[in-house]
């Protein structure tokens, strides 16, 4: 009876660490956090951020930059359209524009995960 829950427990450990270990390497903070978008968000805002979205999904940031701009020029308090921006930029090791635009996301949403999470990547980003 014993040697059962010895070996549920062994598997548990082992789940438990695979998802410890590959959890950092997910996009889900980056692009999934979407709890920060400002109240002056609008139909052509949450449609411009959906299509940037889709972009930084597909690998394609540059045109994510382009579309998450417009999106902070019609809505400077976008906090989730901020992180993306720095999330892409950092994807291009652009890491001084990441920085700033972490920075952005951080100062409209001090608690925002992504920006938390992806900012602590970008020194060890530096010395790969």
Known sequence: MGRPNQLYRIVAIKALGI???????SNAFAVGNETSSSANTTDAVADGYRNAKARIDSGNYPLAITALKKVVAQDSQHADAYNLLGFANRKMCKLDNAKIYYAKTLSISPNHLGALEYQGTIPHTETD
Do not use: I, Y
Not at 19 to 25: A, F, H, N, Y
């Open 19 to 25: 998802l410890v270990v590959l959890g950092p390497v």
